[in-house]
């Protein structure tokens, strides 16, 4: 682990190296024709004993542990056409997360769930073509430093009012419940149910990509966006399920940009339905208790019954040039299981994002968050009976509590492409489990992009 440790520190500091001098040459031309980043991502964390008078097969292990996890990702595009550029991002990732990423709905890697295998291996993450179409004359420069030209080409010149079309294989997340506060485990807070919005199950593989299309109708002060994108064949797994017409997420989102005294921000409302071959939570209970089937299988049903809807709202404002606070809640209806991201049917958080200014640290970031999640009904009574999800399950729920987390890290720019953070979590109520815990969670990151 130290060899390994050493290694990466090795590697960071040699690539932040020629990443600044990269950019003080001016090398990279503008506008842009071809677009050429990369990111690198290690991530150190563990927790001390905690007390667990049981386990299931799910469980976070009460044990002391530590993993480390790593992604490393290339960002390629091209402009075809007017308007239209295509982007292709291979992927290294490896290692894993504690408990082999279990027994906490809101876990602490955000980076895990992009790690299929333990051992590196490549991955082609994203393949897409986006297309700009103009509403007007009107157009902006995107004038972005490199450093945020990540699938995007720097010095294009974008209609302020357009319809953008995005077809291939991507992530949800790379266009919905956007949060410039809390977003980004690989810079700023690392737990699931901070990145995202935890009771949004996004269509999504193990990785967290899939394959469709999305449209956006975007203006300067609001913007529209909807995507159509294949399920996984099984929860959380890796192949897609290519019946559309029976597995299939639909994702609408409405955006409204706004200024309060001249300081900026944004609400957002999502809306969501999918459809796939998920387990219902009370059919599994009946067929347990009639004998029918005691396999409580929900995870790899050969039935098209999983429909599940739900709702969420994301809002940011700034309060001055170096603070900005945020907040989300989400629910869905937690009927069926959990499919894509993470066991989570109700999840409220918020936080505040503080700039180093004051402390002659301009470029360094302190994080303060706080999320609470739960489950519904149907879930826990699965839980209690002994049910497993792909993510967690004691063995028993007998003493529900609702997962509350506390998380806060400072983010150091050593360089203008590297940074290194620490990271506290506090998390109570594992798995909504008051019998367990609580976790405290630390953890060290690394991080270059340029």
């Not at 905690?50 to 799910?58: H, I, V």
């Not at 809306?271 to 599994?284: E, F, H, I, W």
């Not at 809002?315 to 009927?335: H, K, P």
Request: glycine share 10%; proline share 4%; charged share 20%.
């Amino acid at each position: 682990m130290m060899r390994t440790a050493s290694f990466l520190l090795f590697f960071c500091i040699a690539a932040s190296t020629l990443a600044q001098r990269d950019s003080n040459l001016n090398i990279t031309p503008a506008p842009e024709k071809w677009s050429y980043h990369f990111q690198f991502t290690g991530i150190m964390q563990g927790h001390p004993d905690f007390q667990a008078p049981y386990s299931g097969a799910n469980s976070m292990g009460a044990k002391a542990e530590q993993d480390f996890s790593v992604t490393s990702t290339l960002y390629l595009g091209r402009k075809l056409w007017k308007g239209a550029s295509v982007y292709v991002n291979p992927e290294i990732p490896g290692g894993k997360g504690m408990s082999s990423t279990l027994g906490i709905a809101g876990f602490p890697n955000g980076e895990c769930f992009r790690i299929g295998d333990p051992s590196p291996s490549l991955y082609l993450g994203r393949i897409f073509l986006r297309q700009y179409f103009a509403i007007g004359k009107d157009c902006v420069c995107d004038t972005a430093n490199g450093l945020t030209c990540q699938n995007q080409l720097c010095g294009e010149v974008i209609p302020k009012k357009r319809i953008t079309l995005t077809l291939g294989k991507f992530s949800m997340a790379d266009m919905f419940d956007n949060n410039s506060c809390s977003k980004d485990p690989r810079t700023r807070f690392m737990n699931w149910s901070l990145m995202s919005n935890g009771a949004w199950d996004y269509p999504a593989n193990t990785r967290g990509y899939t394959w469709g299309f999305a449209v956006e109708y975007i203006t300067p002060s609001y913007a529209v966006r909807f995507a159509e994108t294949t399920e996984p064949l099984v929860a959380n797994g890796q192949d897609f399920d290519w019946n559309i017409s029976k597995a299939r997420g639909e994702t609408i989102e409405l955006e409204k940009d706004y200024r309060i005294k001249e300081k900026k921000g944004a609400v957002r409302l999502l809306l969501y339905r999918n459809l796939s071959r998920a387990g219902l939570y009370k059919t599994a209970i009946s067929n347990l208790l009639t004998g029918v089937d005691t396999s409580m299988n929900v995870n790899n049903g050969t039935a098209y019954t999983g429909v599940k809807y739900g709702i969420g709202l994301n809002a940011e404002q700034s309060l001055s040039d170096n603070a900005s606070v945020f907040m989300r809640a989400g629910w869905n209806d937690g009927r069926s299981a959990t499919w894509a991201f993470t066991e989570i049917d109700q999840t409220i958080s918020a936080g505040i994002d503080i700039k180093g200014t004051r402390w002659k640290r301009p470029d360094d970031i302190l994080g303060i968050a706080v999320v609470a999640n739960g489950i519904s009904n149907d879930h826990w009574d699965f839980l209690n009976y002994g049910g497993y999800g792909f993510l967690i399950g004691d063995g028993k729920l007998p003493h529900y509590g609702a997962e509350t987390i506390g998380e806060v890290f400072y983010s150091i720019q050593l360089a203008r492409s590297l940074w290194f953070s620490g990271d506290y979590q506090y998390v109570q109520n594992p798995a909504y489990n008051r019998d367990r815990g609580p976790v405290n969670v630390w953890a060290l990151r690394a991080h270059v992009e340029f």
